[in-house]
C-alpha cells in the first residue's frame, strides 16, 4: 500500500518537475540584474542601451531591466516608478517598500501589472522586472510572480557596476 502511496506521489510531481525544468534564466550584461524566466516566453530583441530584455507570450509580457539610480535614492525611484505606471493609466491597487525591496501591483482594464525591484551595484542602481498578463490568469500566474520574485537579485556581473 505504502509503495502505490509513493508511485501516485512521484506521478503527480513528475509533470512540476518538467515544468521547472523549462525556466530559464536572464542576467543582463550591463547591470547583472537577472531574473527566472518561464518557460514559452520568448526574448524580445535586444534594446540599443543594452539595459534589459522583454520576454513574451500571445498574452502575457516579462521586462527585465536595470537602470542606474539617480541621487542614490532607491525608495525616491520606486516612488517615480509607480507614478510612471499611475501615468500610463495603471490603477495601483499594492504597494510596499523597504529599503532593500519593492513591490506594487495594479490593474488597467483586463490586464494586471506586477512589478517588483531591488537595489543592485552596490545601491547605484536599480533591478526590475515588470509583468503583465491578463486578469483571467491570474491563478494560473500566481506562481509565476512568486518565482519571479524569489529569483530576483543581483548577479555581480554587471560591466555599469
Not at 542576467?27 to 520576454?55: K, T
Not at 519571479?148 to 560591466?159: A, E, K, N, T
Request: charged share 20%; aromatic share 12%.
Amino acid at each position: 500500500m505504502m509503495r502505490q502511496i509513493l508511485l501516485a506521489l512521484c506521478l503527480a510531481l513528475a509533470p512540476v518537475a518538467a515544468v521547472a525544468a523549462d525556466w530559464g534564466r536572464y542576467v543582463n550584461e550591463r547591470f547583472g540584474v537577472a531574473v527566472d524566466v518561464p518557460p514559452g516566453f520568448a526574448p524580445g530583441e535586444q534594446p540599443a542601451n543594452g539595459d534589459g530584455l522583454s520576454f513574451a507570450t500571445p498574452t502575457a509580457k516579462l521586462s527585465v531591466f536595470g537602470s542606474l539610480l539617480f541621487a542614490r535614492d532607491f525608495e525616491a525611484e520606486v516612488r517615480q516608478r509607480i507614478a510612471w505606471a499611475e501615468a500610463e493609466g495603471w490603477a495601483i491597487t499594492y504597494q510596499a517598500s523597504t529599503p532593500s525591496w519593492a513591490s506594487w501591483s495594479g490593474q488597467r482594464g483586463s490586464r494586471i501589472l506586477y512589478a517588483r525591484a531591488e537595489p543592485i551595484c552596490g545601491g547605484d542602481a536599480i533591478g526590475a522586472f515588470e509583468f503583465t498578463y491578463s486578469s483571467a490568469d491570474r491563478a494560473a500566474f500566481d506562481p509565476v510572480v512568486n518565482r519571479l520574485v524569489r529569483s530576483l537579485g543581483d548577479s555581480g556581473q554587471g560591466w555599469q557596476c
